[in-house]
């Protein structure tokens, strides 16, 4: 015996909360992913291990597969804000997924250098050489002029029903400072560190 009839569907919601199955979700079109984390490794370089933030806007243009620019400031040597552009792309739909991410950009320096070059005249040379006392020394600040920054990640991210969530990744992450000094001087300092993120994604 038929009670009612209606073409009304079910509140998903209600649905949702009865199965314990991972819920589906369509990759959003424009999300926003801010992150903090750490550079670390390569002792010798810098800071054990810096802090670093950013933020990017990202728009999904095919499936899985997302486009975006962002800003960001890291606390090397000296203060950068790199300016990049990201790939990402996860792997399944849902609640969690994994996701691999390329990040490249360009490292703008916001201070002066901090760095020195000493010019140290080799013992051979002073010993050569009549001086009365200790041979000069000389240093010269360099003038920090920025560089390009290339950092690969593997990661997850996690969502709630609300559109928000949450990410962890850890990566490679290359980038090369050039600086400059009087003379024609240029030196250019390689970073190689392991990259370990936290982010909030709003949707």
Known sequence: ?????????????????????D????????????????????????QNSPLVLGSSLNYTFWNNLSAGAGLGVEFLKETYMPVTANLLYRLRPGSFTPYVMLQAGYQVPVEDSRTVYYRVVPDYVSSSMIWPGPWPVGNTPLKAKG????????????????GYGFSLSAGYRFHRLRYSAENDYNLDIDFNRLSVKLGIIIN
């Open 23 to 46: 819920f589906s979700i369509e990759p959003p079109k424009w999300f926003s992913l801010t992150e903090v984390g750490i550079l670390a490794g390569n002792p010798d370089n810098s």
């Open 1 to 21: 015996e038929v009670e009612q009839i209606t073409r009304s569907r079910p509140d998903r919601r209600y649905a949702a909360e009865s199965d314990f199955s």
């Open 147 to 162: 560089g390009i920054l290339l950092n690969p990640a593997v990661g997850f991210f996690t969502y709630s029903r609300s």
